[in-house]
């Protein structure tokens, strides 16, 4: 093998590596660009309360989501997805750590039924899911009044200052684990997750 050879050799072994990094590195930025939250869907909420019914603390509140056409394509393409409420109940204290009283998480099943033609929605403590061709009315019906129990009214006492932290995930179910784990920087929720809270004094 000649000189020239083998320096050409060694050239091409030394960039090799780092050309296929860059590719990598552009093609995961092309892919953050295009399912940025300007583009993304969001699960805005709607009515958050809370009152007394028999005896119990109930959380009353619905979610819209808007811009589903994402996620309409991505049930129409076999994801199932995932809402998950968490409602946490703290009595709030300015100058010390909330004292969490209560927490409760409800969560439903979304996914299409490619020989019906429908959008389903499985809902927690409900044996017959809702259907519909379309996901919009669908969700309007599902979700337009979700009710969380969380526990005893007489928990609450007078004059004490209250915080309503809601958490809210739209996730996708279906995403191999060891994907998660090798892109473990990466957002898989087709709706990007929300926090809302709520401040009251009995």
């Known amino acids: 093998m000649t000189t020239e050879k083998m320096t050409t050799h060694k050239i091409s072994s030394t960039y090799t590596l780092p050309i296929?990094?860059?590719?990598?590195i552009c093609a995961l930025f092309a892919m953050?660009?295009?399912s940025s939250p300007a583009n993304a869907a969001s699960l805005d909420l709607k009515n958050l309360i809370l009152d007394n019914q028999a005896g119990a603390i109930m959380a009353r509140f619905g979610l819209d989501l808007k811009g589903d056409t994402k996620t309409e394509e991505a049930l129409e393409n076999g994801g199932r997805l995932k809402l998950e409420c968490e409602a946490t109940l703290f009595v709030h204290k300015s100058l010390w750590p909330n004292s969490k009283i209560a927490s409760k998480i409800y969560s439903d099943k979304l996914f299409y039924d490619s020989l019906s033609k429908n959008f389903v929605l499985e809902q927690s403590g409900k044996t017959t899911p809702l259907r519909n061709k379309k996901l919009t009315l669908l969700l309007q019906k599902g979700w337009d009044s979700i009710v969380m129990d969380l526990g005893p009214w007489s928990t609450l006492k007078r004059g004490e200052r209250y915080r309503l932290k809601l958490d809210v995930h739209l996730?996708?179910?279906?995403?191999?684990?060891?994907?998660?784990?090798?892109?473990?920087?990466?957002?898989?929720?087709?709706?990007?997750?929300?926090?809302?809270q709520l401040d009251f004094t009995y």
């Open 20 to 24: 296929n990094l860059l590719v990598i």
């Open 32 to 34: 953050l660009f295009f």
């Open 171 to 196: 996730d996708q179910t279906d995403v191999p684990e060891w994907l998660k784990k090798t892109l473990f920087f990466w957002s898989w929720d087709i709706v990007p997750s929300a926090t809302y």
